[in-house]
C-alpha cells in the first residue's frame, strides 16, 4: 500500500462513500456479515476516512479503534470525531507490520486484503489479524471480488466506478478502480489479484478456520429494481468470514 496515494486522494475516497452501491451493498453486507456489534471490541484496518469505524460505533460497539496508513485518512477521521464525539479512536499505523499488544473480539478489514501486492503479503495481512484476535474471534470484510472475470470489468459505470486490469490478470497484477463521484470528480487506485485459492491459502497458513466468501447482499429496500442487475449478476466486489 502506498499511503501517499491516498494522502492525496483522501477527499475523494471520502465523497465516494456517497455512491450508492456504498450504502445498499458494501454496508449492508458489512451488517450481515458482522450481526450484532453490541459491547464488542472492534479493530478497524484500513479505516480510511472512519465512515464504518463512526458507524460501528453507534450499533453499539463498546470499544473501536480504526487504523490507516495513511496520515491524511486519519486527520480527516479525526477531524469528524472532534466534531461529532463518538468515542472513536484513531490511529495511523501499516497493517502488514502493526502490533498493538491488545486484542479485539472482531477485526473488520473493509478493502484490506486487496492491497497485498504478493502472496506473501496476503498472508501477511492474515497473520497480523490472527494475532489481534482471541480464540473464536471474527475477521469480517469487503474485498474486490477475485471471482470477477475480466470482460464485466468495464461494466459498472453507472454504478460509479469501471475497473481495469492486464489482459491476462495474473497474480499480482493491478486492478485499477476508477471512481467517479455524484460532484463529477474522478480518481483512481489500484487493488492486486490474487486467485481465490490464494486467499485461502493465506488465511488457512495464518490458522485461521471457517474462511468463506460471502455475499454481495443487497438491501431489501432495493430488492425489486432492475438497476443492480448487472452488480449481482457479476459482482464487481465481494464479502469473507472466518475465525480464529
Known sequence: MDANSYDTIANEYRDSKQLD?????EEYTLEQLLGDATALNILDLACGEG???????????????GVDL????IEL???T?????????YLVQDALTM???RQFDVVVGMYLLNYAQSADDLHQFCQVVYEHLPPSGRFVGFNDNPHNELQHYPNYRKYGFVKESTSQRNEGDFVRYRMFNLDGTEFSFNNFYFHPLTYERAFAKAGFRDFQWQGPFLDPSQASSDYWYEFMTHPPLIGFSAVK
Open 81 to 89: 470525531e472532534a466534531k461529532e464525539p463518538l468515542g472513536c479512536d
Open 51 to 65: 465512515i464504518y469505524t463512526r458507524k460501528l460505533k453507534k450499533r453499539g460497539a463498546a470499544t473501536i479503534l
Open 99 to 101: 502490533s498493538l499488544e
Open 21 to 25: 452501491f456504498r450504502k445498499y451493498i
Open 77 to 79: 477521521a479525526q477531524e
Open 70 to 73: 495513511s496520515t491524511r485518512m
